[in-house]
T-cell receptor, first 115, second 113 residues
Framework: DTEVTQTPKHLVMGMTNKKSLKCEQH?????MYWYKQKAKKPPELMFV???????INESVPSRFSPECPNSSLLNLHLHALQPEDSALYLC??????????????FGPGTRLTVT | GESVGLHLPTLSVQEGDNSIINCAYS??????FIWYKQESGKGPQFIID?????DKRQGQRVTVLLNKTVKHLSLQIAATQPGDSAVYFC????????????FGKGTLLTVNP
């Protein structure tokens, strides 16, 4: 299984809502990532988890809260978002092993619209 | 700041032709480069990688060339097919960590039947 799954595929939320994005992989990867991608732009790294511990936070606003409940799951909790947060949110995973971390497997993403 | 960029934002080719997608990078400390393919509605997909101690690496119908002298990376796709239509991103490990990739702007490849 070389698949990273993400749910939901699409999400529309208001600025006062609380929602969560979910990501799952069963490749035994111990590094997991959240990226944000605006239209016609490259992915931008948000968070990295290594062995279920937060390793990198790219100065992301606190209205985005990541969580890694176990080695297969990664969540992104959303609260009080702004319209400019509308984007494609991509989850990725990689083996936690040197250069193999750069070979990242991406999910299809969640298309988020904040109204 | 240092970044990975592309010479051509769009490329249109005929089916069966060879495609060449170019990428310029500016961080001489980068030692690992990757090409990703992103089809519409999907996440990026790893295509091929190359380490800085190599000049060329071949995969199935794809070849990556690295010219460290001019800091240039290219992806060659042989016998381009309609399924190759996508946005192609080059990426480099310039972030100073084991996880960070710096992505280029992307090139949209359109294959005409």
């Amino acid at each position: 299984d070389t698949e990273v799954t993400q749910t939901p595929k699409h999400l529309v939320m208001g600025m006062t809502n609380k929602k969560s994005l979910k990501c799952e992989q069963h490749m035994g990867h111990r590094a997991m990532y959240w990226y944000k991608q605006k239209a016609k732009k490259p992915p931008e790294l948000m968070f990295v988890y290594s062995y279920e511990k937060l390793s990198i936070n790219e100065s992301v606003p606190s209205r985005f809260s990541p969580e890694c409940p176990n080695s297969s799951l990664l969540n992104l909790h959303l609260h009080a978002l702004q319209p400019e947060d509308s984007a494609l949110y991509l989850c990725a995973s990689s083996q936690e092993e040197g250069l193999a971390n750069y070979e990242q497997y991406f999910g299809p993403g969640t298309r988020l619209t904040v109204t | 700041g240092e970044s990975v960029g592309l010479h051509l934002p769009t490329l249109s080719v005929q089916e069966g032709d060879n495609s060449i997608i170019n990428c310029a990078y500016s961080n001489s400390a980068s030692d690992y480069f990757i090409w990703y393919k992103q089809e519409s509605g999907k996440g990026p997909q790893f295509i091929i990688d190359i380490r800085s101690n190599m000049d060329k690496r071949q995969g199935q119908r794809v070849t990556v060339l690295l010219n460290k002298t001019v800091k240039h990376l290219s992806l060659q796709i042989a016998a381009t097919q309609p399924g190759d239509s996508a946005v192609y991103f080059c990426a480099e490990n310039s972030g100073g960590s084991n996880y960070k990739l710096t992505f280029g702007k992307g090139t949209l490849l359109t294959v005409n039947p």
